[in-house]
């Protein structure tokens, strides 16, 4: 009776501290609007939008912690996030209170001073959703306004979320059609009410499109199409028509491409909202649109009026895209002194290696240099604004090897600008990609690149596969200084006024700081995991906090292969908050599970049985479990498991036995038989691997 008493006087000293909780949330979030964010630089303390300010600069003016005295910075607080996907999240932090999004679009709100965790918010996304996603099933952010949290969910869902109980306020369903495997990854924005959306898809073949609805109510304000439809139809608006002669052959049947999954940058000064757009699908330009053309609005930069989303003007970094060099990397908004005049400036620096500096009133081109090895263009042409394109890069008539890949020369990774230094900082890479023409019939229910994925992916051995850290003068359009990296796919970039850039690095995973205007290495952590989101800065009664998601995930941990293992990456998915003097540490991670031996092939087993289980493998398995099946850390290495789930493939593909666990089913697509042949592939390359890491002699077959 006792022990029942003291648990109900737990019950309402918890059910107390939770509707103080309450209370102080909605209080804080409920005057999130256009003018507290619009003024967001006299808000030092707080993150108010993804970017920290409408220009998304990231760049944070508190001044406590600086590169003189970071020796003192320490961990305040960990917060496990219970999951082992990637995290890509830029939480948004108001008066104290952090919101953030993780795997399967779940939301938390964590209170920032002692890292609670105040509420957890999960839309349910249905697991069979995850095979939809080329990049992992990632979200990259949340937005904040009125005292509601917007959320994209990966199934193409916008949800508006109470931010003081986590409660669910309405959500709409932006799809056009959901039988097309689009995704939501990329964080809303918000303006002048209106909530804007994107999504993601272009790599199983979509339709690209950005709505914006009333952040009130939910209902839908405008749509804005980044490609054409089906001629036979009436083209939406003007921008459609004026696109439509640069499209030849039957590109709607797969979608075109176009999608807008990340960058999405609104300029309360001039009343535009930048789009960010992506490749097309499929990638290879001569299965899309025969014949060549612009295919406008793909890897473009398009600004629409932020009321009614009529196009005002488009950039196009790459014409007629054929290598997926998305142009929806991350968008700056500054004012630059070019030539003795302040010029309105966007600046971005997307997959096709190049930084454009564009003036953004007009999208007119002021300058564009290459910030990594680029072999697919000499230059950008100043007068034209065009690419000075390396006819051979285009594969027209064999495999190509270029740079950039199609992870791009900077994904989506955020970087920063500091106004102080006049720097922006890039997680840039240096990887090879080998484009090959393969025969191409539109699949829905698989990818549809029209190249041979296997080589995209595979032909490049490990060690060529690198990364940095760039410091780029954006006037001047050159390097001030770089950090090497062994290993691509590094993390976002907070710049600070204490003449700080935090950043994460891949290889053994660690979280750093240098000083802005040198490069200077002047502080590390050991996060035990890749860290490749964006971290923020933010303060509470005078302290001031670095808060960060600490989570190896996204495209190149998942089909990176040998050159994302080479990372040495474990997964630990966590939120991260450091401060001056904290002295907090992260538990010792668990030791890895020994790997099995792999059970012998069966003798019926031929070696046409085991190409045609690697094409169905690199068919249907590839973008989660990695090329030639080597998975690099987030999730399990298929090739380390034992008997009997290579003996369960049937139950796992076809029947979906482990759908709950985010493996997708795939009976729609495959039958036992190949069920089968995937598995004595994927057992094959076990044996291999097991013969290579015990140093035995390859077995004669
Ligand atoms: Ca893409």
Not at 494 to 512: M, R
């Amino acid at each position: 009776m006792r022990t029942l008493m003291i648990a109900a006087g737990l019950c309402l000293v918890a059910a107390a501290s939770h509707a103080q909780d309450s209370a102080r949330i909605k209080e804080v979030t409920a005057t999130v609007d256009a003018k507290r964010i619009q003024n967001a630089e006299s808000e030092p303390g707080n993150w108010l939008t993804h970017g920290r300010t409408y220009s998304e600069q990231r760049y944070s003016p508190l001044d406590k912690i600086t590169d003189k005295n970071i020796g003192e910075l320490g961990l305040g607080w960990a917060l496990d996030l219970d999951t082992n996907r990637g995290l890509e999240a830029t939480p948004i932090v108001v008066d104290g209170v952090i919101f953030a999004s993780g795997p399967w679009s779940v939301v938390w709100a964590v209170d920032g001073r002692t890292g609670k965790l105040l509420w957890t918010f999960d839309p349910e996304v249905p697991r069979q959703w995850g095979r939809n996603a080329c990049c992992d099933v990632v979200n990259r952010g949340v937005a904040v306004w009125k005292g509601k949290v917007y959320v994209g969910t990966l199934d193409g869902r916008l949800m508006a979320i109470d931010a003081a109980t986590g409660k669910k306020a309405w959500e709409t369903d932006t799809l056009i059609d959901r039988s097309r495997p689009y995704t939501i990854t990329g964080a809303p924005r918000i303006a002048n009410g209106k909530v804007i959306i994107g999504n993601g898809g272009a790599e199983l073949g979509v339709r690209g499109y950005v709505t914006a609805y009333d952040a009130e109510t939910g209902k839908q304000v405008w749509r804005f199409f980044t490609v054409p439809g089906n001629p036979a139809e009436p083209a939406e608006n003007a921008a459609m028509a004026r696109a439509l002669p640069t499209w030849h052959g039957r590109w709607w049947e797969t979608g075109g491409g176009g999608t807008v999954w990340d960058a999405i940058v609104y300029d309360p000064e001039l009343d535009l909202v930048y789009l960010g757009v992506g490749n097309g699908s499929p990638w290879a330009q001569q299965a899309r649109s025969p014949g060549g053309g612009d295919n406008l609005y793909l890897s473009s930069i398009v600004a629409v009026r932020a009321d009614t989303g009529e196009m005002v003007w488009w950039y196009q970094t790459t014409p007629g895209d054929t290598w997926d060099y998305t142009a929806t990397q991350p968008i700056i908004l500054a004012d630059l002194q070019i030539e003795g005049k302040t010029r309105k400036v966007l600046m971005q620096a997307p997959k096709n290696g190049f930084f454009y500096v564009l003036d953004r009133r007009t999208g007119q081109l002021i300058s564009a240099e290459k910030f990594a090895t680029v072999t697919w263009a000499s230059g950008v042409d100043k007068t034209t604004g065009r690419p000075i394109e390396i006819p051979a890069a285009r594969y027209f008539s064999g495999p190509a090897v270029v740079f950039p890949s199609a992870f791009g020369a900077h994904s989506w990774h955020p970087m920063s600008f500091n106004p102080k230094t006049g720097l922006v900082y890039i997680p840039a890479m240096e990887i090879p990609g080998v484009y090959n023409v393969k025969d191409y019939k539109y699949d829905k229910r698989t990818w549809n690149l029209g190249t041979d994925t296997l080589e995209t992916f595979t032909a490049f051995p490990p060690e060529v596969a690198a990364g940095s850290l760039l410091a780029w003068d954006p006037v001047k359009q050159k390097e001030a200084w770089r950090i090497k990296y062994e290993t691509p796919w590094n993390g976002g970039t907070l710049t600070t006024a204490g003449n700080l850039v935090f950043h994460g690095v891949a290889k053994g995973g660690k979280f750093v700081a240098y000083t802005a205007d040198t490069g200077k290495k002047v502080w590390e952590f050991d996060a035990q995991t890749g860290v490749v989101a964006g971290p923020v800065s933010w303060s509470v009664d005078g302290e001031q906090y670095i808060t960060v998601m600490a989570g190896w995930g996204g495209v190149f941990s998942l089909l990176g292969g040998d050159a994302a293992k080479a990372t040495g990456v474990r997964y630990v998915g966590r939120m991260l908050t450091f401060k001056l003097g904290g002295k907090q540490t992260l538990k010792p991670l668990a030791e890895l599970p020994a790997i099995p031996v792999p059970p012998p092939l069966p003798a019926h087993v031929t070696e046409a049985t085991l190409k045609e289980g690697s094409r169905l493998y690199h068919m249907n398995c590839l973008p989660c479990h990695g090329p030639g099946a080597v998975g690099a850390g987030q999730i399990r290495d298929i090739r380390h498991t034992d008997a009997s789930m290579f003996d369960s493939y049937p139950q796992i593909l076809l029947e979906g036995a482990f759908v709950s666990r985010g493996m997708p089913k795939f009976d729609d697509i495959l039958s036992k038989e190949e069920a089968e042949k995937i598995r004595y592939f994927v057992q094959a390359q076990a044996i291999a691997d097991h013969e290579k890491r015990n140093k035995v002699p390859a077995t004669k077959r």
